[in-house]
């Protein structure tokens, strides 16, 4: 019989996105618990009631309260109609379309995706879906220059990254360079900008590719239109490169301006409305890949800029540049900046908070875990998801070994650290998008949120955690090795809440991959649904451990251990 639940969809991005030439990707969120079967019911736009072909959707998982299901609905025209289908196994059913919920299509109404434009799918460049990323704070990095970065190239290929990020490296007064004094100058501490163009070369002659981080939401006030405007005020032709608030301006006792956070004296902010000043950050944005070759920007304080000064960079730069990576630095939830008209991806640091509830804090179990994953995954299209830096620290938070060390459950928090952040190192490998790893972390560095967490980098093998430091070699040479961990879908298996272990699967077309983890310091045995039907033999990619395969596998899962089954 009809009744009504709770649904929850729009015909916009993340829950109806283009996913590739002629299909539509659909999210619906529905009451979690209730068994609910789902169908989407399409056609073309202009096609006559009655001609709509049913399609039955994926069930991904609950996120808690609501459970997603998805499914791809192909189109040859571009032009999509069409409404939901749930019912349970007690038979009843409802229909949800854009009017809401009803016992009949006609009352439910229909959602409707005007046009399938290629241009609204977010393009990402070739490279990213295979990317490592290795995040450098430059003054922390061998002898703090270009040169020393340079020179330890053979390390970074060695452990395996793909790519490098390095915070800012423009002439500033500060240690952290977020304050910049001239964008067309390579801070002299750091080397010049020969320097650079040399790093990048040898970056590349080892397949590794070079991001740096662009600071276009606030200047340093030793900027040379902030100067002009602090002595000439009014008169000043930059007065409309910031935000100012009274004349004469001034700094002390507080600034008489727009600044970066709160009241930080040295930032004053940029008003990127200002024609002359988006056409000044434009050039400087172009002048570095031309002049560099380097191959992206990571975007700081992305989110409190103008967006539309974001379309337009990402509109020109793009445009001569396509296979550049644009990566927006937003502390929250992006989804609205990775749209396709701005960036490619951002810095997962929403994943990092649920990672380190589940493996450093442990105040969170498998199915929150799980739930929470599925959540930021619905947050985003696939190819946004695709090119999110994930992150367990950076040179803003505190160092991933540093928070197992100190939180965690049970008297040995200090005895089961290591294994927890190898443990979470895994899950990172493992996931869907950008695995970003801060420098230092590969081998064990510790330290506190700014400055401990950007202590120079420890060189001396006496002082490295080379177990650590070979657990990275051995998880990022298998992720380069497999598609379907750098490409394939991320999908639940089970979650066993007493035992605190999780399992979850990578699809790539027909291909999978499972993945087991036991975040927990007791050996189990398991028996569980096979997720493979083709193989009656499954090898653990790490111990090269064989498992029959018979519908049901059994495994046995170390202390804090983890396998992938393939």
Avoid at 393 to 420: I, M, P, V, Y
Avoid at 435 to 464: F, L, N, S
């Amino acid at each position: 019989m009809p009744t009504r639940w709770f649904f929850h969809h729009t015909a916009d991005d993340p829950l109806a996105f283009p996913a590739g030439q002629g299909a539509l990707k659909l999210r619906l969120f529905v009451p979690a618990g209730l068994q609910l079967s789902c169908t989407v019911i399409h056609s073309d736009r202009y096609d006559s009631p009655g001609r709509e072909q049913p399609l039955a959707m994926e069930r991904i998982g609950s996120a808690g309260a609501y459970e997603i299901h998805e499914a791809v609905i192909l189109t040859s025209t571009g032009r999509c109609r069409y409404v939901f289908y749930a019912s349970n196994p007690e038979g009843d059913y409802a229909w949800y379309g854009e009017r809401g919920t009803a016992g009949n299509r006609e009352q439910a109404g229909a959602f409707q995706y005007a046009y399938v434009h290629r241009s609204e799918a977010l393009e990402v460049p070739e490279w990213s879906s295979g990317a490592i990323v290795y995040q450098i704070f430059p003054s922390s990095y061998n002898q703090g220059t270009l040169q020393g970065i340079t020179d330890r190239m053979p390390y970074l290929h060695e452990l395996g990254v793909t790519a490098v990020y390095m915070t800012p490296i423009f002439e500033s007064p500060s240690g952290h360079k977020y304050n910049t004094s001239d964008y067309y100058k390579i801070d002299p501490g750091f080397g010049t900008a020969e320097d650079l163009k040399k790093l990048v070369d040898e970056a590349h002659r080892y397949g590794i590719r070079v991001l740096l981080d662009a600071v276009f939401n606030h200047s340093g006030d030793t900027f040379f239109a902030f100067r002009d405007v602090l002595e000439k005020g009014e008169e000043s032709p930059y007065k409309d490169w910031f935000f100012i608030r009274s004349y004469p301006v001034s700094q002390h006792p507080e600034p008489g301006y727009e600044t970066f956070a709160k009241a930080e004296v040295h930032m004053p902010k940029l008003n990127m409305n200002n024609p002359e000043t988006a056409d000044y950050m434009l050039a400087v944005a172009r002048h570095w890949v031309r002049e560099a070759g380097i191959d992206g920007w990571r975007l700081d304080v992305a989110n409190e800029v103008n967006p539309g000064f974001w379309t337009r960079l990402r509109r020109e730069l793009k445009a001569e540049f396509p296979e550049l990576l644009l990566i927006g630095e937003i502390m929250h939830a992006s989804g609205q900046w990775l749209r396709g008209d701005q960036f490619d991806g951002g810095m997962n640091y929403v994943l990092r908070e649920a990672v380190l509830e589940f493996f450093a804090l442990q105040s969170a179990g498998p199915a929150r875990f799980m739930e929470q994953l599925l959540h930021i995954e619905a947050l985003y299209n696939d190819q946004a998801n695709s090119a999110m830096f994930q992150l367990l620290g950076s040179h803003d938070t505190e160092r991933f070994l540093t928070s197992c060390k100190e939180n965690g459950r049970g008297w040995d928090k200090q005895g089961t650290a290591l294994a927890r952040m190898k443990l979470a190192v895994f899950f990172q490998m493992t996931y869907i998008g950008i695995p970003m790893i801060y420098y230092g972390d590969e081998v064990g560095m510790e330290g506190a949120t700014d400055p401990h967490c950007r202590k120079p980098m420890v060189w001396q093998a006496e002082d490295q955690n080379i177990e650590l430091y070979e657990w990275y070699r051995k998880l990022i040479a298998l992720r380069k090795q497999y598609i379907i961990l750098q490409k394939g879908a991320f999908r639940p298996w089970f979650t066993d809440e007493t035992r605190s272990v999780i399992g979850y699967i990578r699809r790539w077309e027909q291909d999978k991959i499972a993945v087991l983890i036991n975040n927990s310091p007791n050996t189990y045995q398991l028996e569980l649904s096979s997720v493979r039907t083709d193989k009656k033999v499954l090898t653990d990619l790490l111990s090269g451990l064989t498992i029959r395969n018979s519908g049901k596998i059994l495994v046995e899962l170390e202390p804090f251990g983890c396998m992938l089954l393939y």
